[in-house]
């Protein structure tokens, strides 16, 4: 575990980055395969018919083993898609099998643009998001763009909204004993780490 007091956001945030990506090609396979033995017959996974995930990069916990076991089981399955403009925006656009994909400009891999594949994120049952740290009271983390942040501010206006549910995806190495959050950022339901799960 991280300890983060005497470290600011961006101070805090290499650490971790460097601590995911120092992860080998063998762990980082371990790792995706644990993952999935934690996620893929619990009831929140089962239950969830409209699910969105991401794909990795820069060192993130690989849920893809999830996204192919949730489209085998006829679920729909969902993949973020950064807006061309406005350049904050981010959607969240049905992933099909075997669809082709193209680097954004992040350079990480999504489907090309297409509005009517949309679904927007308060009408999905589960998001399983990256981030670079997590705590155990449902603190995140994340790159430091505010996609997911942007995305989920309705959730402060909505008292009564639960859905969806927010479990966050990442490597134990990942794990900070108190996250400094800021006003914006939203907590998630849980953490689900290759070892095991931290719910809020």
């Not at 650490?15 to 063998?26: C, H």
């Amino acid at each position: 575990m991280i300890v983060a007091e005497g470290l600011s956001r961006p101070a805090l945030r290499r650490k971790l980055r460097q601590a995911r990506r120092k992860l080998s090609p063998t762990q980082q396979r371990r790792a995706a395969l644990d993952l999935y033995r934690q996620l893929a017959q619990h009831p929140i996974l089962r239950r969830a018919r409209h699910i969105a995930l991401y794909l990795p990069n820069d060192g993130e916990i690989d849920p893809r083993p999830l996204l192919q076991e949730a489209q085998r089981r006829g679920k729909a399955t969902y993949l973020p898609v950064v807006n061309a403009w406005p350049r904050t925006r981010m959607v969240f656009q049905r992933i099909m099998p075997n669809e082709r994909l193209k680097p954004n400009r992040f350079g990480i891999a999504e489907p090309a643009f297409r509005p009517a594949r949309q679904r927007r994120i308060w009408t999905l049952d589960l998001v399983l998001m990256p981030l670079v740290g997590f705590d155990e009271s449902g603190g995140r983390l994340g790159m430091g763009g505010g996609f997911y942040d942007r995305s989920l501010a309705y959730r402060g206006r909505r008292k009564n909204g639960h859905k969806p549910t927010l479990l966050g995806l990442a490597h134990e190495c990942q794990k900070v004993d108190c996250l400094p959050l800021a006003s914006w950022d939203v907590r998630l339901q849980a953490t689900v780490t290759d070892d095991g799960w931290y719910a809020n």
